[in-house]
């Protein structure tokens, strides 16, 4: 299972498989690195969903995103239009004539994609669930109990002949990004951006305490605080008096170049955090229900603060003693204090390579 998979030269053609989510997609953006590194010549795609695309669109390192609408084809059962475009979506995965492609994954959906390429070599790993390496002609042996998402990609790396390193995140955001969020915000103001949205109710810190930082960010540390995310972001603003609101406000490549400036990061366990993990930003972030070893901000430890409970973490959306006491005993003071750790570099790891 550890061994490399021989390639007699360079592949042509090779397609990642990774839709889905942003904090999952962002994770996998070293192996792109690499391929793009060892392989210069190569037509390199990306299958990803449409919430997740901005993180590749115009990618420096891409020759093609390939949209998966996954909520227009999960209408295909009852919608002839969007059942014909799930059956052309399926025939162009042959078209492409892909020779490699890897599934990062790991699902019955996207390992059925991965067949459905037809290419002689896909590469899957031995955490695919839901019978995904049915149809993967290669596994290579990972450890999802106790590896990092982005250990467990880079080990699918190693297997191809790429290495491990160095590990770079290279985001495709531009200059023109950057202008449109300098625009936004107050000049030469220092600034902190709060991340207080989750997908989880169960990884939310609670919104009043984000509420009870803002002052404190100002008088003790000097930062402005700045609310971002989605809509559902925007929804919050109304407790965070004070606050530049620019939730809502911007697309993916805009927050990325919102957070490369910033000058701290506080943030749910959520995918714009690990995106600020990967500018190698001041940060701290709030963990409950998931697993900081397995999904946290990669080789930034010294930025996660938790309570670590008994039943911490739960892995679990919805908590079962309905008390969210994993998150709601983070205490204000003890963020602030990392906050505080975070920028003066207090055990801030420097050597990991990272580039916007």
Not at 5 to 10: A, F, K, Q, R, Y
Not at 100 to 129: E, K, P, Y
Not at 166 to 183: K, L, M
Not at 286 to 302: A, H, I, K
Request: charged share 20%; aromatic share 6%; proline share 7%.
């Amino acid at each position: 299972m550890n061994a490399t998979l021989p390639l007699i030269g360079p592949p042509e053609r090779v397609l990642i498989i990774k839709p889905s989510a942003i904090g999952d997609v962002v994770h996998a953006l070293p192996v792109l690195n690499l391929m793009r590194n060892h392989w210069p010549t190569a037509r390199i795609s990306w299958l990803v969903t449409p919430a997740c695309a901005g993180l590749l669109e115009g990618h420096p390192q891409l020759d093609e995103v390939i949209l998966f609408d996954r909520k227009r084809f999960g209408k295909s059962w009852r919608s002839l239009s969007a059942f014909r475009e799930l059956s052309a979506f399926n025939r162009s995965l042959k078209s492409h004539k892909f020779d490699l492609v890897i599934d990062l994954q790991g699902l019955l959906r996207s390992g059925w994609m991965s067949w459905r390429t037809h290419a002689r070599a896909r590469i899957g790993a031995t955490d695919a669930r839901e019978f995904a390496w049915l149809f993967h002609t290669h596994r290579v042996a990972v450890d999802p109990a106790n590896q990092h998402a982005t250990d467990r990609y880079l080990a699918v790396a190693e297997f191809l002949g790429l290495g491990r390193s160095p590990v770079e995140y290279v985001f495709p955001t531009t200059d023109e990004d950057r202008r449109f969020i300098e625009g936004l915000l107050p000049v030469d103001e220092p600034f902190a951006v709060l991340l207080p949205a989750s997908n989880w109710a169960t990884k939310q810190w609670p919104i009043e305490r984000f509420a009870e930082l803002v002052q404190p960010l100002k008088d003790r540390l000097g930062l402005r605080s700045v609310l971002a995310g989605g809509p559902d972001a925007a929804s919050l603003a109304p407790v965070l008096p004070g606050v530049i609101n620019l939730a809502g406000k911007t697309n993916l490549r805009q927050l990325t170049a919102l957070l490369e400036r910033a000058n701290l990061v506080i943030a749910n366990d959520t995918g714009p955090m690990h995106i600020a993990a990967a500018l190698g930003r001041p940060l701290v972030t709030m963990y409950g229900p998931t697993s900081p070893v397995r999904t946290g901000p990669y080789q930034r430890m010294e930025s996660v603060v938790r309570t670590g409970i008994e039943c911490s973490p739960c892995l679990s959306r919805k908590c079962s003693l309905v008390h969210h006491k994993c998150m709601r005993d983070l205490g204000t003071d003890m963020v602030l204090h990392a906050c505080e750790q975070q920028l003066r570099g207090d055990q801030l790891q420097t050597s990991l390579p990272v580039i916007g």
